[in-house]
């Protein structure tokens, strides 16, 4: 079984970066692509950012591409998503997530390995 542990979330000023780390245990995981994804409060879940198990096939919320920078290091499991230029509405629960398969992908759906959350909080 997958577990996935983030950290690295808290609070910064606009304009700011945070660096989240996502470390991987358990069952062989390394084939699989990786994402992260976002819940603010009230809202759904959405995705953010993604990338393959081989190519460094990367892809990316709208509205983050160009601040945010997903990365993985497969030898020791980890996934790290880099984000400057941080504003309000990047304000969320940061998850996260390994996929069914090594293709990228946006779609909840297609990720089947959760962790528990780490807070990112963005002050104006």
């Known amino acids: 079984q997958v577990q996935l542990v983030e950290s690295g979330g808290g609070l910064v000023q606009a304009g700011g970066s945070l660096t989240l780390t996502c470390t991987a245990s358990?069952?062989?995981?390394?084939?699989?692509?990786k994402g992260w994804f976002r819940q603010a409060s009230g809202k759904e879940r959405e995705f953010v950012a993604a990338?393959?198990?081989?190519?460094?096939?990367?892809y990316y919320l709208d509205s983050v591409e160009g601040r945010f920078t997903i990365s993985r290091d497969n030898r020791r499991n980890t996934l790290t998503l880099q984000m400057n230029s941080l504003k309000p509405e990047d304000t969320a629960v940061y998850f996260c997530?390994?996929?069914?398969?090594?293709?990228?992908?946006?779609?909840?759906?297609?990720?089947?390995?959760w962790g528990q959350g780490t807070q990112v909080t963005v002050s104006a």
């Open positions: 990338i393959s198990w081989v190519g460094g096939f990367t």
């Open positions: 358990g069952r062989a995981f390394s084939e699989n692509a």
């Open positions: 997530a390994a996929a069914r398969s090594g293709a990228v992908t946006k779609e909840r759906r297609d990720y089947v390995g």
